[in-house]
Structure formats: C-alpha cells, structure tokens
C-alpha cells in the first residue's frame, strides 16, 4: 500500500514588505528561523523512508536562493544541506551535500510550503 503524503507549513511574514526583494529576504528569514521544520522532509527527500538518514545538526539547511514569480503568490526557496547519505550508501561521520528547490505560494502576508513528499511504501496495514 502506497500512500501520497503532503506537508504545509504556513507562516506569517510582516504584511509591510513592499518590494520584491524584501519579500524575498523575509522569506529567507522565516525559513531559517524555522529550520527543524524542514529537518525530517529533508531526511525523507534523501532517501526515503531510510531511518538512518539524519541531517548534519553541524551544517544546518541554509537558503541558498529565494525565487518568486511576476504574480508574487508563487516561487521556489533553494535549499542546501548536508546529510549523511552518500552516493547510495550510509556513511558514518561524512557528508554529503544536497540542493532542493522548495515550491511555496504567498497569499498576503501567508507563506504556505506545500510539498508532495515522496510515496512512502506503508508496512503497518
């Protein structure tokens, strides 16, 4: 049994942004200052469903980029992070680097990632 799981997030940025720039590093912001949110989506977009991957807690996620559309309701958050999964394999006390393009929507002063996590396979039924 295979089953498709989202996880959103929401949060609220300071509805006085004006530019787009602003928007962008404020995003940036929330992202970072709500980084263990992202540690276990993270974990499973490496390997999915691998209990022995786990983020360098050293190297946190950092945002690498911020992108947001003409429309300013949609873009993509850039990603770097380290885990220790490497090339197929687990290996202890190394690690390796990953990027992931992040989608979110923007509506006021909501930002809200919605992401299709991978299809676990689910043993417990």
Known sequence: NMTQESMQTRY????????ATELEQA??????ANKQDFFPLLERLVDEGNPGVHLSQEHPPRVLGIELD???IQGRAQLGYESNFFEGCLIVDKYDQHQ???PFCLEGDQLTFDIELPI???FNN
């Not at 609220?12 to 530019?19: F, G, V, Y």
């Open 12 to 19: 609220t940025l300071d509805p006085a942004l004006a530019s």
């Open 27 to 32: 995003i940036a912001r929330a992202i970072e």
């Open 70 to 72: 003409q429309s300013g």
């Open 100 to 102: 992931i393009d992040l």
């Open 120 to 122: 676990a396979w689910n």
